[in-house]
C-alpha cells in the first residue's frame, strides 16, 4: 500500500507514569499522514509499563478544550480502540475532502491505575492533496490603458480565484488585483485603468472548500503603450 503523503517524524515523546504504576518509563512514536484521502495513523509503544493507544482523533483545527480533546465542531473522526494495542495502524474507513487536517493520540493505562491514567500524545498535521491541476488555458492582453484576461474553466473542483497584475515580477506590490468566488464555465476580468509599461500577470487557482489548496499559473508579460 502506497501512502500518498505521510507527514511526521518518529522521535520518542515520554509519557507520564501513572501513580499506580510509578518507576518506569514509556516512550511512543507515531507517523501520521493519508492514503487515498484516507488518515492514517501508525504506532508503537515500547518501555516498561503497559500504555496502549485508546482513542484516535483527526480535526479540521488544532484548537482543543479544556480537557486536551479537539473541539466537538471540528473533529473529522473520534474512534475508541476497544482493543487497545502497543503497536498498530489505523485507517479512517472513507477519504476525507483535499486539505489540512490535525491528528492525536490519547494513551491509556493498561492495569491498576488511581490518578494520570490517560496521555494525549502531541498534536500533528498532514495534508491531504487535491486533484492535480496539469494547466489552465488563459490569455492576458493590453486593451487600451487596461489589461484583460480571459480564461477557461479548470474543472476538477479548481477555479480561478485570484488575478494579480504588477509592474515587478516578483508581484511584491500588485497594481492591480481581482478576487472571485464563484466558478464560472469560462471568466474574464479588467484591471483599471494603467501607466503605460511593461506588467506582469498571474492567475491563481483555489480548490472548492478548501482554503489551503492552491495553484499558481505563469507569469505572463503584457506591455501597455
Not at 15 to 24: E, I, Y
Not at 67 to 72: H, I, Q, R, T, V
Not at 145 to 168: H, M, Q, T
Request: charged share 20%; net charge positive.
Amino acid at each position: 500500500m502506497k501512502l500518498l503523503v505521510w507527514i511526521a517524524g518518529l522521535a520518542a515523546a515520554l509519557l507520564l507514569v501513572p501513580t499506580a504504576g510509578a518507576g518506569g518509563q514509556t516512550y511512543l512514536s507515531w507517523t501520521i499522514g493519508d492514503d487515498a484521502g484516507k488518515p492514517t495513523i501508525s504506532w508503537k509503544i515500547t518501555g516498561s509499563t503497559p500504555w496502549y493507544v485508546g482513542v484516535i482523533q483527526i480535526a479540521t483545527r488544532q484548537a482543543v478544550t479544556d480537557e486536551g480533546d479537539f473541539l466537538p465542531e471540528d473533529v473529522v473522526a473520534y474512534d475508541v480502540l476497544t482493543h487497545g494495542r502497543h503497536k498498530g495502524t489505523w485507517q479512517l474507513s472513507f477519504p476525507v475532502a483535499p486539505g489540512t487536517y490535525y491528528g492525536m493520540l490519547t494513551l491509556r493505562y493498561d492495569g491498576p491505575c488511581e490518578t494520570g491514567c490517560e496521555s494525549r500524545s502531541s498534536v500533528r498535521s498532514f495534508f491531504v492533496e487535491p486533484p492535480r491541476l496539469a494547466g489552465l488555458a488563459w490569455s492576458a492582453l493590453a486593451n487600451s490603458s487596461r489589461i484583460a484576461v480571459r480564461w477557461k474553466k479548470p474543472g476538477k473542483g479548481w477555479y480561478v480565484g485570484i488575478v494579480l497584475v504588477d509592474n515587478d515580477r516578483d508581484f511584491s506590490s500588485p497594481e492591480a488585483a481581482g478576487t472571485r468566488s464563484a466558478t464560472p464555465a469560462a471568466g474574464r476580468w479588467r484591471s483599471r485603468a494603467l501607466e503605460p509599461g511593461t506588467y506582469y500577470v498571474r492567475l491563481r487557482a483555489r480548490y472548492t472548500g478548501c482554503d489551503t489548496c492552491l495553484w499558481t499559473s505563469r507569469t505572463k508579460k503584457v506591455q501597455i503603450a
